[in-house]
């Protein structure tokens, strides 16, 4: 048969621009440039010891000895702050030229017209645009980068800031906590639904430079908010690091989803902790779609602290050569009659490695909880490689915990079938994978499908052999 | 203009053994053939092999589409070429919708562009609306538009969908593997009178069966047994009626 080599068209996003930085610190990291950091953006005192405390957990912290090859790593090769401009534009004419094309490449303000309620650009460690639709912001709604919510919502700020991926909660965390800058800040108030999503877009564009974007989504009561991400960089020889911190607060019967569309170039590491509290019939997904980046460590949990809670969380991966997706899943069943899904779907190819990772806890008391974990891996050639850790932790007798997984490979039967109705190999191979990914792909907006249909359509570079 | 399909001499072999020995067969696309056997006998072989399954590996002989040998092409180019199998057991396609297939397979065997930078031209809501109706033909509902091939289908309705397929690609020949398998008496009605309805004497059609119970309402023109690999006896659709009455062993006993 036909031999045929599988690769992502990644030119789309593979440009880098010339940029004269306002502010670009020097390599390295130390309490000074933690401080440093703090006092260019004028913040509170509070919230500079946060960082200094958080940059002393860093330091102390061993690196993880699990998941992805974190060997390589060097902390001091890294650039922790680069400022592009200090304006922050509410239109696009107040961003600047190399700004604006890079994220008009990109499709962002196009968007923007015609299907989103908001948007946040994020260009190294800055927000550079945001904005939300007029109506939105009457009924209360906040959606700023975090940095100005900072300073105009410095209240709400301190009380949520923190309490869900508290700095010593890993090593990556606590580095996140010490030099933090942009990310989303979303507010929704009680009763109040946002129809259209609101989308942040975080582009790295620098070599070896640190992204370390802090998102805080505040549902209230009854409230509805669907977040969606998407990253991309361009390709240098050496790494760069995005290591963000999302934290969701979701109130009582509040619903928030949080989609992510990963693409990072393939020398990003990409270590990121996202982490949600629902309570009282409160529902929280995760949507998370691992495309790109050299190595990914991410497991969105779910703390179901509340009566009838739920959580989901959908997560795809695909490793290409020289990629490891080390991706997952936490649900910590914390009350009675909570429930949880999770739902990973992986594909491995060229020597590429997914590896599912998972937790489902259900603690004392938490009684008549549900929880179902469904894996598949679809191995597309002999070098790939996959590996699943589910844990369970179930502490309550009447609990139901499914969990189910399988490993694939295309079999010539299905490629026989395809083929035998004119269709070409390399054709029956892409329909065969965005069938596999076709479960998370419906469940994004349409201009979103559109554009991961796009993303994983696989070209043929191999000769007939 | 009519076109035939040959097979000369043809030998097949899976994991060394020798499954199919010197099949001929001449067959033209506005003639009914069947093949019957018990099982074992190679029918499927037959029919994997000529599609070029990379499983069925042929030895000797050759496959031919007016007079050209199709046996050094690929799969899909042998579908180009007016090939098309209803296999036995349809796979299931996980996330691929009919209409997703269907559309796929046109664009490769009737709107594929000229040039690699032009983009095809398919006319989508015609493609649904004869989807419709050719799904109303075999008893399906349009429902099946939307649904993943075979996930969940019962056993009548993957050969349902096959016989769907068939009619929107509209092939020379037709390689109908136990299409009547998996379906009652009603659902074999249907289905042969769709079959007749969208062949009209111009799809060649290869039926391949265990009971003659299809053939009564598919009258073939001619029957072919295949025992242990080899033809061994071919007539008029008076074969198929002996057969039901004597017996498989008979003619084994008779060869």
Known sequence: ?465 | MVDVLTIEHLHVEVEGKEVLKDINLEVKSNEIHAIMGPNGAGKTSLALAIMGHPRYKITKGDVKINGESILGLPTDKRAQKGLFISLQYPIGLQGITLFTLIKASLTALKYAPKSPNEKPNIPLAQIRKELEINLKKVGLDETFINRYVNEGFSGGEKKKSEIVQMAMIKPKFAVLDETDSGLDIDGIKIVSNAILNISRREIGLILITHYNRILQFIKPDYVHVLLDGRIVETGGPELADLLEQKGYDWFKKEV
């Open chain 1, 1 to 465: 048969m036909t031999k045929v080599e599988l690769s992502f068209d990644y030119s789309k996003y593979n440009f880098r621009d010339y940029v004269e930085y306002e502010v670009k610190f020097p390599k390295g990291l130390t309490e000074e440039i933690v401080r440093e950091i703090s006092r260019i953006k004028d913040e509170p005192t509070w919230m500079e010891e946060f960082r200094v405390k958080a940059y002393r957990i860093f330091m102390e912290k061993p690196m993880p000895a699990w998941g992805v090859d974190l060997s390589s790593i060097n902390f001091d090769e890294f650039c922790y702050y680069a400022r592009p401009t200090s304006k922050k534009g509410r239109s696009w004419e107040e961003v600047p030229e190399y700004i604006k094309r890079t994220f008009e490449a990109l499709g962002i303000p196009e968007a923007e017209r015609k299907f989103l309620a908001g948007v946040g650009a994020q260009y190294e460690s800055e927000v550079v645009y945001h904005n939300i639709r007029k109506e939105l912001e009457k009924l209360g709604v906040v959606f700023l980068d975090t940095d100005t919510a900072l300073k105009e919502y410095p209240e709400i700020f301190k009380k949520y800031f923190g309490t869900v991926v508290p700095p010593n909660d890993n090593k990556f965390a606590a580095l996140n906590s010490a030099v933090w800058s942009g990310g989303s800040f979303i507010y929704v108030p009680e009763g109040v639904k946002v129809d259209l999503p609101l989308q942040a877009y975080f582009r790295i564009n620098a070599q070896n430079m640190g992204q370390f974007e802090r998102t805080l989504i505040i549902a209230e009561p009854y409230s509805e908010v669907h977040y969606i991400e998407g990253c991309t960089a361009p390709i240098y020889a050496s790494n760069s690091l995005h290591s963000a911190v999302v934290e969701i607060i979701a109130k009582k019967g509040a619903k928030v989803r949080y989609t992510t569309i990963q693409n990072w170039s393939i020398d990003v590491y990409n270590l990121v902790t996202k982490r949600a509290h629902a309570y009282e019939e409160a529902t929280v997904e995760w949507v998370d779609a691992n495309i790109g980046s050299k190595a990914t460590m991410k497991y969105p949990s779910v703390y179901l602290l509340g009566k009838y809670a739920r959580g989901e969380v959908l997560s795809v991966a695909f490793a290409g050569r020289g990629q490891h997706q080390d991706t997952g899943a936490k649900m910590f069943h914390l009350a009675p009659y909570t429930s949880s899904r999770i739902t990973a779907k992986s594909v491995s190819k060229d020597g590429g490695r997914t590896t599912y990772r998972g937790l489902v806890h259900v603690a004392k008391g938490a009684r008549g909880v549900k929880s179902s974990v469904r894996c598949d891996a679809l191995l597309l050639d002999e070098k790939s490689k996959t590996d699943t850790y589910p844990y369970n932790e179930i502490l309550e007798d009447d609990a139901t915990v499914t969990h189910e997984a399988t490993v694939g490979k295309i079999s010539d039967d299905q490629l026989f079938y395809l083929m035998s109705r004119g269709i070409s190999e390399t054709e029956a191979l892409n329909m065969i994978v965005l069938g596999f990914f076709e479960p998370f792909i419906k469940e994004l907006p349409m201009e979103y499908a559109v554009e991961m249909n796009r993303l994983l359509r696989l070209e043929m570079t191999g000769a007939v052999g």
